[in-house]
């Protein structure tokens, strides 16, 4: 045998990683963990067993928290709060600079603790798991460094619960741990039941850094646990990652409590080769997208979508390199892949794949918690598991002829996390990148994360971000103290026509006036109790008509900002040179302040006509040679319940960021602006605003409010209504897990009601990464 031939045919020997020191660890634990509250451990009380999904091998007893355990957790938190936040930024970059020291000293035992705990390969959690969670905490470090200077208003949000998932145990923990705490809140953490561990060698990092009790918070437990952490009254932030089932119940639960959320789900993430892509390089690319953790990834790139052109000559590449990955101890540093996380997870892999009827291709795998690289193929687009997150290291395939055709099927599910395109023709790939519906998107690589760059999903797969600047945001809200609404209900004549021709404002849909379907009209009163005016009354029906009319305009969104500007800016005109009618209008409501009220809103058009062409997103410094672009892209359809307190001003103040970003918009008034809204028709058909972008319902925001939230056609539902309608749209909108902005019945003042706050709202981050070299 030559030399040549025996490079050729050699096989890996083992290369195992030494377990003692982190068995060691749990030792001297005295292998039975409490949870850590206010800065210590407590006593154990009722434990279950935590084992290595590898060798079935019991690993330690770890504490069920009780009702009390979770009081208590959320009481020091609570009681630590405002010392740690009044510490100042740069205070507490030191005690995240040195988590991010610590974390890296121990790099090894955080590596192998997580390794035996979760069945992940050595390889991934030492090489891409610790060295990504020191990153976090130096990152936002500096973003506590930063934060008076560049996020002057903002504060923290106070106790933030988090629940995390068993697939990246330590890793998200450090995506919710460290913005939180940079930003001077406090955290309850529940760590999942299956992989505690590593949390809990964390608390033991905590006490090493110094940081002040009850900064960080950890309660361990199964889903009971994390449901009542969640639902708790103390608890002011719920960030939680995890399935899209789970989060719509997390939604639904917190509906109308005023907590902020932020929700990273579940996946179906596309994996797109395009007949002019590295074929070799697009199938080393597959095995990371879908066998990196086993497939128990939530952005896994678990549906191939080939070219009919190269699709056999991929696959049989594709299926010559799935022999040759190696599946097996997870600290053996030859691994590929390692162990399912637990008995339950893999029955469920194996129950899903055993219903298909699609042609299997398996490779080989050994006995225990193991589950082989599988391949299905000839499968149709409504099939389960085209559709259904199998959370395993199964890959489904399919063919498309054209781009456009690839992008459909791309955005054929109801996820919306990540996506990866592959082509050597960069035109190609920069004209698939924006069009797909993903929060991430990765051209020619995968699986690339960074703390600087944002991450999260739209759809079902959940809304915020985490990292980058935008990560910010959703543990900070803006300084002072709102005040509850107070709006006095003008007095209500007899019944009698308004003076002049019998008129009644009707609806404006799709670019015209329209009757209301339910033929019904109200009488708008003035500040004396005069009638000035009827409106019609919007139903469902009228409700449907509205977004269907949104939903055509979808070239708005396509359209230049520089043109959306222009548009914003001739509504302004035209709405000054009719200020006299429509202050008059707003004096007959209110009783005064008309002028001024107009002058504001004309301002404010003038405002977002300015920031149309100027909030467009940026690029990320990451540690890589390539880009990961920020681009600020229209959540979609956005309906929304306007202020009473302005008629006119609150009902620009919300259709004017949302249109700028190019969202079209479903807009219900206030009563006070009822009339006010029905006179600004003229002035939209007179702007050259392309019909169905902006649509105007009157009627009851409390009929409405359900069946707007409800809508599987509507992104996005905002309230500044003085009905107490914010649990309502909440509760309901989990159905699609759609964005929502609620007041929760607290006032806001309009004069100064305008920036960044609102054209985040009215935006998604699309993060796109282009590696440029080596």
Same mark, same amino acid.
């Given at each position: 045998?030559?030399?040549?031939?025996?490079?050729?045919?050699?096989?890996?020997?083992?290369?195992?990683?030494?377990?003692?020191?982190?068995?060691?660890?749990?030792?001297?634990?005295?292998?039975?963990?409490?949870?850590?509250?206010?800065?210590?451990?407590?006593?154990?009380?009722?434990?279950?067993?935590?084992?290595?999904?590898?060798?079935?091998?019991?690993?330690?007893?770890?504490?069920?928290?009780?009702?009390?355990?979770?009081?208590?957790?959320?009481?020091?938190?609570?009681?630590?709060?405002?010392?740690?936040?009044?510490?100042?930024?740069?205070?507490?970059?030191? *005690?995240?600079?040195?988590?991010?020291?610590?974390?890296?000293?121990?790099?090894?035992?955080?590596?192998?603790?997580?390794?035996?705990?979760?069945?992940?390969?050595?390889?991934?959690?030492?090489?891409?798991?610790?060295?990504?969670?020191?990153?976090?905490?130096?990152?936002?470090?500096?973003?506590?460094?930063?934060?008076?200077?560049?996020?002057?208003?903002?504060?923290?949000?106070?106790?933030?619960?988090?629940?995390?998932? @068993?697939?990246?145990?330590?890793?998200?923990?450090?995506?919710?741990?460290?913005?939180?705490?940079? +930003?001077?809140?406090?955290?309850?953490?529940?760590?999942?039941?299956?992989?505690?561990?590593?949390?809990?060698?964390?608390?033991?990092?905590?006490?090493?850094?110094?940081?002040?009790?009850?900064?960080?918070?950890?309660?361990?437990?199964?889903?009971?646990?994390?449901?009542?952490?969640?639902?708790?009254?103390?608890?002011?932030?719920?960030?939680?990652?995890?399935?899209?089932?789970?989060?719509?119940?997390?939604?639904?639960?917190?509906?109308?409590?005023?907590?902020?959320?932020?929700?990273?789900?579940?996946?179906?993430?596309?994996?797109?080769?395009?007949?002019?892509?590295?074929?070799?390089?697009?199938?080393?690319?597959?095995?990371?997208?879908?066998?990196?953790?086993?497939?128990?990834?939530?952005?896994?790139?678990?549906?191939?979508?080939?070219?009919?052109?190269?699709?056999?000559?991929?696959?049989?590449?594709?299926?010559?390199?799935?022999?040759?990955?190696?599946?097996?101890?997870?600290?053996?540093?030859?691994?590929?892949?390692? /162990?399912?996380?637990?008995?339950?997870?893999?029955?469920?892999?194996?129950?899903?794949?055993?219903?298909?009827?699609?042609?299997?291709?398996?490779?080989?795998?050994?006995?225990?918690?193991?589950?082989?690289?599988?391949?299905?193929?000839?499968?149709?687009?409504?099939?389960?598991? +085209?559709?259904?997150?199998?959370?395993?290291?199964?890959?489904?395939?399919?063919?498309?002829? #054209?781009?456009?055709?690839?992008?459909?099927?791309?955005?054929? #599910?109801?996820?919306?996390?990540?996506?990866?395109?592959?082509?050597?023709?960069?035109?190609?790939?920069?004209?698939?990148?924006?069009?797909?519906?993903?929060?991430?998107?990765?051209?020619?690589?995968?699986?690339?994360?960074?703390?600087?760059?944002?991450?999260?999903?739209?759809?079902?797969?959940?809304?915020?971000?985490?990292?980058? @600047?935008?990560?910010?945001?959703? *543990?900070?809200?803006?300084?002072?103290?709102?005040?509850?609404?107070?709006?006095?209900?003008?007095?209500?004549?007899?019944?009698?026509?308004?003076?002049?021709?019998? $008129?009644?404002?009707?609806?404006?849909?799709?670019?015209?006036?329209? $009757?209301?379907?339910?033929? *019904?009209?109200?009488?708008? @009163?003035?500040?004396?109790?005069?009638?000035?005016?009827?409106?019609?009354?919007?139903?469902?029906?009228?409700?449907?008509?509205?977004?269907?009319?949104?939903?055509?305009?979808?070239?708005?969104?396509? /359209?230049?900002?520089?043109?959306?500007?222009?548009?914003?800016? *001739?509504?302004?005109?035209?709405?000054?040179?009719?200020?006299?009618?429509?202050?008059?209008?707003?004096?007959?409501?209110?009783?005064?302040?008309?002028? /001024?009220?107009?002058?504001?809103?004309?301002?404010?058009?003038?405002?977002?006509?300015?920031?149309?062409?100027?909030?467009?997103?940026?690029?990320?410094?990451?540690?890589?040679?390539?880009?990961?672009?920020?681009?600020?892209?229209?959540?979609?359809?956005?309906? /929304?319940?306007?202020?009473?307190?302005?008629?006119?001003?609150?009902?620009?103040?919300?259709?004017?960021?949302?249109?700028? +970003?190019?969202?079209?918009?479903?807009?219900?008034?206030?009563?006070?602006?009822?009339?006010?809204?029905?006179?600004?028709?003229?002035?939209?058909? #007179?702007?050259?605003?392309?019909?169905?972008?902006?649509?105007?319902?009157?009627?009851?925001?409390?009929?409405?409010?359900?069946? +707007?939230?409800?809508?599987?056609?509507?992104?996005?539902?905002?309230?500044?209504?003085?009905?107490?309608?914010?649990?309502?749209?909440?509760?309901?909108?989990?159905?699609?897990?759609?964005?929502?902005?609620?007041?929760?019945?607290?006032?806001?003042?309009?004069?100064?009601?305008?920036?960044?706050?609102?054209?985040?709202?009215?935006?998604?981050?699309?993060?796109?990464?282009?590696?440029?070299?080596?």
């Amino acid at each position: 045998m030559s030399v040549k031939d025996i490079y050729e045919s050699m096989d890996y020997g083992p290369a195992p990683e030494a377990a003692g020191d982190a068995l060691a660890w749990v030792v001297d634990q005295g292998s039975r963990f409490g949870h850590f509250i206010d800065g210590a451990f407590t006593k154990p009380g009722e434990t279950f067993e935590t084992t290595s999904p590898a060798s079935g091998e019991v690993l330690a007893e770890v504490s069920q928290a009780s009702s009390a355990d979770i009081d208590a957790a959320v009481a020091a938190a609570r009681a630590a709060q405002g010392k740690w936040e009044k510490l100042g930024g740069k205070g507490r970059a030191r *005690y995240l600079y040195a988590l991010a020291r610590l974390v890296q000293k121990h790099s090894r035992l955080f590596a192998v603790l997580e390794t035996l705990d979760s069945g992940k390969p050595i390889r991934e959690a030492r090489d891409i798991d610790v060295p990504l969670v020191a990153r976090h905490f130096y990152y936002h470090a500096g973003m506590a460094q930063l934060m008076e200077a560049e996020l002057p208003g903002r504060a923290a949000i106070g106790v933030c619960g988090q629940v995390i998932p @068993w697939n990246f145990p330590l890793l998200m923990l450090a995506w919710k741990v460290a913005p939180a705490l940079a +930003m001077g809140n406090t955290v309850v953490l529940k760590p999942a039941e299956w992989t505690s561990l590593t949390a809990l060698l964390f608390a033991d990092i905590c006490r090493q850094a110094g940081l002040p009790a009850g900064v960080v918070n950890i309660v361990t437990g199964d889903g009971r646990v994390g449901a009542e952490l969640v639902a708790h009254e103390g608890i002011d932030k719920v960030a939680f990652t995890g399935s899209t089932e789970v989060g719509r119940k997390i939604r639904a639960a917190t509906a109308g409590q005023g907590k902020a959320l932020t929700l990273e789900l579940g996946g179906k993430s596309p994996f797109i080769v395009f007949e002019d892509a590295d074929l070799d390089s697009a199938v080393e690319g597959l095995v990371d997208a879908i066998w990196f953790n086993g497939g128990q990834v939530c952005c896994a790139g678990s549906r191939l979508l080939v070219q009919e052109g190269v699709a056999e000559r991929f696959h049989a590449k594709l299926k010559a390199r799935m022999k040759s990955l190696r599946v097996g101890d997870p600290l053996d540093k030859c691994i590929d892949v390692g /162990a399912i996380v637990h008995p339950e997870q893999l029955a469920r892999i194996r129950a899903l794949v055993a219903e298909t009827d699609g042609e299997v291709f398996q490779t080989a795998a050994p006995e225990g918690c193991y589950y082989p690289p599988t391949l299905i193929e000839g499968l149709h687009t409504a099939d389960k598991l +085209m559709q259904e997150e199998i959370f395993g290291p199964v890959l489904v395939s399919a063919t498309f002829r #054209t781009p456009a055709e690839a992008v459909q099927l791309a955005n054929n #599910t109801r996820y919306g996390l990540a996506a990866s395109v592959w082509s050597e023709n960069i035109n190609v790939a920069l004209d698939v990148a924006p069009k797909l519906v993903a929060g991430v998107v990765w051209i020619n690589g995968t699986n690339m994360f960074d703390a600087a760059a944002g991450f999260g999903g739209v759809r079902e797969s959940g809304f915020g971000r985490e990292g980058g @600047w935008e990560g910010l945001q959703a *543990y900070t809200r803006p300084a002072g103290k709102a005040k509850a609404l107070k709006l006095k209900v003008p007095e209500v004549g007899a019944p009698e026509l308004p003076e002049g021709l019998d $008129r009644t404002a009707k609806l404006y849909v799709g670019g015209k006036q329209a $009757r209301p379907d339910g033929g *019904y009209t109200r009488t708008v @009163w003035g500040k004396s109790g005069k009638a000035i005016g009827q409106v019609g009354i919007a139903n469902r029906k009228d409700l449907r008509n509205a977004v269907e009319a949104a939903r055509g305009a979808a070239g708005w969104s396509g /359209a230049t900002a520089h043109n959306r500007a222009q548009v914003i800016y *001739y509504i302004a005109e035209n709405l000054e040179a009719r200020a006299d009618e429509f202050a008059a209008r707003i004096d007959a409501v209110t009783g005064k302040g008309g002028k /001024a009220e107009v002058e504001a809103a004309v301002s404010r058009l003038f405002s977002y006509g300015a920031w149309a062409d100027k909030f467009g997103g940026d690029l990320r410094q990451v540690p890589m040679r390539g880009m990961a672009l920020a681009v600020r892209e229209p959540v979609g359809v956005i309906g /929304a319940f306007c202020p009473e307190e302005a008629p006119l001003l609150g009902l620009i103040s919300v259709m004017a960021p949302a249109i700028a +970003m190019g969202n079209r918009v479903v807009l219900v008034p206030g009563q006070a602006g009822a009339l006010s809204a029905t006179d600004l028709y003229q002035v939209l058909d #007179t702007s050259d605003l392309p019909g169905g972008v902006v649509n105007i319902l009157t009627g009851d925001p409390a009929e409405l409010a359900p069946v +707007m939230a409800k809508h599987l056609d509507i992104d996005a539902v905002w309230s500044f209504s003085a009905a107490d309608i914010s649990a309502v749209i909440e509760r309901e909108g989990a159905g699609n897990l759609k964005r929502t902005w609620v007041n929760n019945g607290m006032g806001r003042d309009w004069e100064q009601a305008e920036g960044r706050e609102f054209l985040e709202q009215a935006t998604e981050v699309k993060t796109v990464w282009v590696p440029y070299g080596a």
